[in-house]
Nanobody, 124 residues
Framework: QVQLVESGGGLVQTGGSLRLSCAAS????????LGWFRQAPGKEREFVAARSWSGGNIYYAHSVKGRFTISKDNAKNTVYLQMNSLKPEDTAVYYC?????????????????WGQGTQVTVSS
């Protein structure tokens, strides 16, 4: 069992940066693949970034590649999403998620555990 709690969201201007954190509880956190998803009002939840448990495979959505970075600190049981050069279209509720295994790590259905979400708003 893994519990996830996101933090770090907020209001930022276009071009600004935010770092989201997702603190996890659970003995085997280091063995879970982790992902970030987001959901804007009236839209489906979409994939943002993911990393395999070892960090050997890291994936980004095309819309955020080069601007966002996913990282993990096993000692702190925390996964991060560094978001730079933010755009108004990045406005959404951001969720972190964990799974023991998944074929692509890009599908929301592959994840077993979810945080409650944190709001990110980018003003133009």
């Amino acid at each position: 069992q893994v519990q996830l709690v996101e933090s770090g969201g907020g209001l930022v201007q276009t071009g600004g940066s935010l770092r989201l954190s997702c603190a996890a509880s659970g003995r085997t956190f280091s063995r879970y693949a982790l992902g970030w998803f987001r959901q804007a009002p009236g839209k489906e939840r979409e994939f943002v970034a993911a990393r395999s448990w070892s960090g050997g495979n890291i994936y980004y959505a095309h819309s955020v590649k080069g601007r966002f970075t996913i990282s993990k600190d096993n000692a702190k049981n925390t996964v991060y999403l560094q978001m730079n050069s933010l755009k108004p279209e990045d406005t959404a509720v951001y969720y972190c998620a964990a799974t023991y295994a998944g074929p692509t790590l890009r599908g929301a259905g592959e994840y077993d555990y979810w945080g409650q979400g944190t709001q990110v708003t980018v003003s133009s």
